[in-house]
C-alpha cells in the first residue's frame, strides 16, 4: 500500500478513519478553508506525484457543501500529478438527478472546468417547455471564477460583465437560448450583485410563461458572518450524549434542533434530525453548532453588525424583506488568489 494516498473531505471522517484502519494506512491531512464571501479553499497536504489517491467523501447533507470539497479535492490531486484518482462515495445524492423525468426540472450531477466548456455542454439540452440552471460557480460583486484543471490554483479562469456578454452572444448560441435555453437560473455558492446578475440571466435565459427571472443581488455592504455555539443541554462530548436516558437525549436534541431549524449548519439549510449529534460531535468545531448570519454595515459607524438573519434563507425565508432593505447590491470581493503550498517533488 506504500502507492495509496487516503484523502477525506469533511462529509464522514469517521468512516474515513475507519477504512484507513482496515487498509493498514494513515489518512493524509486536507487543509479546507472558508472564505468571507463563503468559497472554499481546499489544500491536499500530502505528496499526491504519481500516487493513487483515493478521496472518500459521502455526499450527505449538506450535500452542496460536500459536493463543493468532493470536486476541489479532485482538481487538486490531478494538479499534483497523481498517477490515478478514485472517489469514494457510498451516497451519491445526485445520482437519479442526471435524466429528466418531467418538464420544468433540473439536472445535476454535470462537472465542466469552466464557462466555455459550461457553454459547449449546455447546448446539447432540447427541452422547449422550461427548465431551471442550477450553476455552483464561485462569485463575488461583478465577477466570476473558476477552477481550470490541471492545475486550478495557477488557472482560475476569471468573468467579469464583458466576457460573460462576449462568451454568449454568438448567433448559434442565442439561438438555441431563445428556443431550448433555461427560463429559471439558480446561482449556488455565487454572491454577485443585482447587476452583474441581471447580465448572467439576460445571456443565459429565456424568457418563461411570466417573463424572464428578476434579478435579486446579494446586498451591497453585507457579507456573511460566522459563530458557533453551544447546544443548550447537549453533553461537551459524544460518549456523556451516549449515557443519557432516552428521554433526556431527546430532549437536548430538541434544543439543538431549533438552532438547527434557524441557522441551518454552517450556512446550509437544516441537517436532519437523525444526523444532528454527527454533525455536533464529529465535525469542527466538534461540541459546538455553526451559525452564518448575514451582516450588514452600519453606515454611521461603517462596521459590520449582525442582523439576525439567517444566511441559507436569506432570500426566501421570512426575513427576506428586511434583507432587501438592509442589503441592495453584492456582498464580499472576489480576489485572484495565489497557491502557497510548496511544489510537488519526486521523493527519493
Request: hydrophobic fraction near 35%; aromatic fraction near 8%.
Amino acid at each position: 500500500m506504500n502507492d495509496v494516498v487516503v484523502f477525506s473531505g469533511t462529509a464522514h471522517m469517521p468512516l474515513a478513519d475507519r477504512i484507513c484502519g482496515h487498509l493498514g494506512v494513515r489518512r493524509s491531512p486536507v487543509d479546507i478553508k472558508r472564505f468571507s464571501n463563503d468559497c472554499l479553499q481546499v489544500q491536499l497536504l500530502e505528496n499526491c506525484r504519481q500516487q493513487d489517491v483515493y478521496i472518500i467523501q459521502p455526499l450527505v447533507p449538506p450535500t452542496q457543501e460536500h459536493l463543493m470539497e468532493l470536486l476541489l479535492m479532485c482538481d487538486a490531486a490531478r494538479g499534483a500529478s497523481a498517477a490515478q484518482i478514485t472517489v469514494v462515495m457510498p451516497h451519491y445524492a445526485y445520482a437519479r438527478s442526471d435524466k429528466k423525468d418531467a418538464s420544468r426540472i433540473s439536472l445535476g450531477g454535470r462537472l465542466v472546468a469552466d464557462l466555455a466548456a459550461f457553454k459547449k455542454q449546455v447546448m446539447t439540452t432540447a427541452d422547449a417547455d422550461g427548465w431551471t440552471l442550477v450553476l455552483a460557480i464561485h462569485g463575488s460583486e461583478d465577477r466570476l471564477g473558476a477552477q481550470a484543471p490541471p492545475d486550478w490554483q495557477k488557472n482560475a479562469v476569471f468573468y467579469d460583465k464583458s466576457d460573460v456578454e462576449a462568451l454568449f452572444a454568438d448567433k448559434a448560441f442565442v439561438a438555441w437560448r431563445d428556443k431550448f435555453g433555461p427560463t429559471g437560473l439558480s446561482l449556488v455558492s455565487c454572491q454577485v450583485s443585482a447587476p452583474f446578475e441581471d447580465v448572467l440571466l439576460k445571456s443565459l435565459t429565456r424568457p418563461g410563461e411570466k417573463g424572464r427571472q428578476s434579478k435579486r443581488g446579494l446586498g451591497e455592504g453585507c457579507k456573511p458572518m460566522t459563530r458557533s455555539k453551544s447546544g443548550g443541554s447537549m453533553p461537551k462530548t459524544k460518549a456523556e450524549f451516549d449515557k443519557l436516558d432516552p428521554d433526556k437525549r431527546e430532549a437536548a436534541l430538541d434544543e439543538l434542533d431549533e438552532l438547527n431549524k434557524k441557522w441551518g449548519y454552517y450556512g446550509a439549510p437544516p441537517v436532519p434530525r437523525d444526523l444532528l449529534a454527527h454533525y455536533y460531535y464529529d465535525e469542527e468545531p466538534r461540541g459546538e453548532w455553526v451559525l452564518v448570519e448575514v451582516g450588514a454595515t452600519d453606515t454611521s459607524t461603517h462596521t459590520l453588525k449582525r442582523t439576525g438573519i439567517a444566511f441559507w434563507d436569506r432570500t426566501t425565508g421570512p426575513e427576506s424583506a428586511r434583507f432587501r432593505e438592509l442589503c441592495s447590491q453584492g456582498i464580499g470581493t472576489l480576489r485572484e488568489h495565489k497557491a502557497t503550498a510548496p511544489p510537488d517533488v519526486d521523493e527519493e
